[in-house]
């Protein structure tokens, strides 16, 4: 079958890889190049073992603990059972394409896909009609493939990352109240990636934020985090979302790359057996999104004080064992095991209501 994917990022890769050995894959990328400019944080929980086996070349960094900061400067720290994986995001996308070219799929770059059966050439600037049973939209946050097919408006985050020079402890600080949330995570041991997440005002409170790692600025970088909405479409007759596009991400951490290879596997599925793929890839990961979509929107409502008293919460042996064995991948899990230990959790749902 002639299958067209939009979007050259990891997932249409991943995508363009797993389809095109039994089909004829062509992906337009507008980009010269797949992985570059790097637009990501690039941390990944251990349940990306689930998926792929790890490669050396695009790994930088293995983290074994974490800092959440309350408004009153105190923190929990997770010591994690397992480490949290950075990754270096150009080698990371560009392994996806190496997978995709070796399994046959050709890549089209320099095009950007501007009409539902058209692509316009960024050298010639002149437009050439695309012919496919199937159309995948890869496209990122601000998919077109989504809006000529009407498949749902989106809301999003600004981020905004710097890359600083400062000699670290090899821990992520994450702060759940800074913007909508904030991070410094070490990239090496002398080198962060500091940036924030917001709905508005990003580069001022990243300014603010950032004070707190004084260091030679080397680098910007910055981008759109969809937010995941359980009531989006992805899938439309012979279209289908994947990724970003899709708004397959986690609202309380931004982390979009799980969610997004584990559907682009369950579109797969769906494909080769002929099966609903908005059905497939919501019974896989559609209640951990919803479950980071609901304490997002109860996270969105807490005072000072709530983060101060959340993070106390935690901050007892039996509650930190939760956070450090639970990927938060399985969100639904450190929730219920949370409120089990400690009922008085449930106080802070009222937050919605
Ligand atoms: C600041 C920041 C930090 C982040 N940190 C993390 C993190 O630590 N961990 C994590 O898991 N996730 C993180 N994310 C989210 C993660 O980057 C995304 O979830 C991920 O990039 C999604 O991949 P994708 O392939 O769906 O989309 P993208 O990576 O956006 O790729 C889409 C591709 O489509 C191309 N494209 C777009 N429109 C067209 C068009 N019309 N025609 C042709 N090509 C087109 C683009 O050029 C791009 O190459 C972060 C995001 C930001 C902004």
């Given at each position: 079958?002639k299958i067209t994917v939009i979007g050259g990022g990891?997932i249409g890769c991943?995508t363009a890889?797993?389809?095109s050995?039994?089909?004829e894959v062509t992906l337009y990328e507008e980009k010269k190049e797949v992985g570059l400019p ?55 996308d560009q392994?996806f394409r190496?997978?995709a070219l070796?399994?046959g799929a050709k890549i089209v770059h320099k095009h950007r896909f501007t009409g539902k059966k058209e692509v316009l050439s960024l050298e010639t600037r002149k437009k050439k009609k695309i012919d496919y049973k199937m159309l995948i939209g890869a496209d990122g946050p601000l998919s077109k493939v989504s809006e000529l097919n ?89 279209v ?5 596009a ?108």
């Amino acid at each position: 079958m002639k299958i067209t994917v939009i979007g050259g990022g990891p997932i249409g890769c991943y995508t363009a890889s797993l389809l095109s050995k039994d089909n004829e894959v062509t992906l337009y990328e507008e980009k010269k190049e797949v992985g570059l400019p790097i637009q990501c944080t690039g941390i990944l929980s251990d349940t990306i073992h689930e998926i792929i086996p790890i490669k050396k070349d695009f790994v930088a960094n293995k983290i074994w603990s974490t800092r959440v900061y309350s408004p009153n400067n105190k923190f929990l720290r997770i010591d994690f059972k397992k480490p949290n994986i950075i990754i270096y995001r150009n080698k990371f996308d560009q392994h996806f394409r190496d997978r995709a070219l070796k399994n046959g799929a050709k890549i089209v770059h320099k095009h950007r896909f501007t009409g539902k059966k058209e692509v316009l050439s960024l050298e010639t600037r002149k437009k050439k009609k695309i012919d496919y049973k199937m159309l995948i939209g890869a496209d990122g946050p601000l998919s077109k493939v989504s809006e000529l097919n009407g498949l749902g408006k989106r809301k999003y985050l600004q981020g905004v990352q710097a890359l600083i020079k400062k000699k670290n402890d090899n821990v992520i600080d994450f702060y759940p109240h800074i913007g909508t949330y904030a991070w410094a995570v070490p990239q090496t041991e002398d080198v962060l990636r500091v940036g924030v997440a917001t709905e508005k005002n990003a580069m001022k409170i990243f300014k603010e934020f950032s004070k707190r790692y004084k260091g030679k600025l080397l680098g910007w970088q910055g981008g759109l985090i969809p937010l995941h909405n359980p009531k989006l479409q992805t899938a439309k007759n012979n279209v289908y979302l994947v990724g970003d596009a899709a708004a397959q991400i986690k609202n309380t951490t931004g982390g979009g790359l799980i969610p997004g290879l584990i559907s682009a596997e369950e579109l797969k599925k769906a494909i080769d057996n002929d099966l609903d793929y908005d059905k497939l890839w919501r019974k896989r990961i559609g209640k951990s999104l919803w479950t980071h979509y609901f304490v997002r929107n109860i996270m969105n409502n807490f005072d000072d004080d709530d983060w101060n008293r959340l993070i106390q919460l935690f901050n007892k042996k039996s509650m930190k064992h939760i956070l450090a064995t639970e990927s938060r991948d399985k969100p639904i899990r450190i929730l219920t095991k949370a409120i089990l230990r400690n009922p008085s959790m449930l106080k802070f749902f009222k937050k919605i209501f």
